[in-house]
């Protein structure tokens, strides 16, 4: 997209994010390309960070809850 654009290392943090969480937790980005996320299934969000954590060790991983 327009923000990957503009910052071609998002694009590889995205791919690199994807490889380590699978199709079945597609990685989100925000308008602005300032924030990824991703909409863990219930019980998965702990192994989901551990995973963001060991392949891209630079990134900050915040939890939030919706609702």
């Known amino acids: 997209g327009p923000a990957c654009d503009v910052e071609p290392r998002l694009r590889s943090l995205m791919a ?32 989901l960070k551990d995973r963001i954590r060991l392949a891209a060790p630079e990134v ?5 809850r919706l609702g």
């Open 16 to 47: 690199t994010l994807a490889a380590a969480l699978g199709s079945e937790h597609p990685i989100h980005v925000t308008g602005s390309g300032s924030t990824l996320f991703v909409l863990p299934r219930p019980g998965t969000s702990d192994a």
């Open 60 to 64: 900050a991983v915040m939890e939030t």
